[in-house]
């Protein structure tokens, strides 16, 4: 099946950009899309399609995909961006959705 | 706009069965695929398997193929998880979640709001 791994933690000062990695086989094929959890609250969608915004979420966030590796940056870090952030894919070959690992995003 | 509503909380003993609803609104219920995820406490995400509304056709997770069934009900805008045979490792938030249908699989656009399922003696 399909795996794919992201680091357990980021950190970053306020202000400050950081970034999430999503790694997984070929990645860069797929379109990968990320979310935002934060404690006792359902995800939320950030980024579809490798790097589009839903209406809503702030310039701040953004995503990048090639090779092996997909990203999500976000910018001038604040402490209301700290979460859980989640990236996924759809599996065409077995028609199965697959999360990453998590990330827990820490602002100092 | 689109909201996904829960069923409550449940408590239920191992061996069990367990059945989730999730009543759509503010969208044409067979214009999304309905998914299920889950989250066990502390843990990440979980993708159990979508159901299309229209063709009522599921699809599941190998891990959970001989365990889970997903169903709706068109006239009341309402889907459903039943999984059986629970045990504790089963005890974790339960998702509903709304894809609109895309040619790269579509991404998780709208979510209830979470049914808490713990499986206890």
């Known amino acids: 099946s399909y795996v794919l791994t992201q680091p357990p933690s980021v950190s970053g000062a306020p202000g400050q950009t950081a970034r999430i990695t999503c790694g997984g086989s070929?990645?860069?094929?797929?379109?990968v899309h990320w979310y935002q959890q934060k404690p006792g609250q359902a995800p939320v969608l950030v980024v579809y399609d490798n790097s589009d915004r839903p209406s809503g979420i702030p310039e701040r966030f953004s995503g990048s995909n090639s090779g092996n590796t997909a990203t999500l940056t976000i910018s001038r870090v604040e402490a209301g961006d700290e979460a859980d952030y989640y990236c996924q894919v759809w599996d065409s070959s077995s028609d199965l959705y697959v999360f990453g690992t998590g990330t827990k995003v820490t602002v100092l | 706009q689109v909201q996904l509503v829960q069923s409550g909380a449940e408590v239920k003993k191992p061996g069990a069965s367990v059945k989730v609803s999730c009543k759509a609104s503010?969208?044409?219920?067979?214009?999304?695929?309905m998914h299920w995820v889950r989250q066990a406490p502390g843990q990440g995400l979980e993708w159990m398997g979508w159901i299309n509304p229209h063709s009522d056709a599921p699809t599941y997770a190998q891990k959970f193929h001989d365990r889970v069934t997903m169903t709706r009900d068109t006239s009341i805008s309402t889907a459903f998880m039943e999984l059986s045979r629970l045990r504790s490792d089963d005890t974790a938030i339960y998702y509903c979640a709304g894809v609109v249908p895309a040619l790269n699989g579509g991404y998780f656009q709208h979510w209830g709001q979470g049914t808490l399922v713990t499986v206890s003696s």
């Open positions: 070929n990645i860069g094929i797929k379109s």
């Open positions: 503010g969208y044409i219920f067979t214009g999304h695929y």
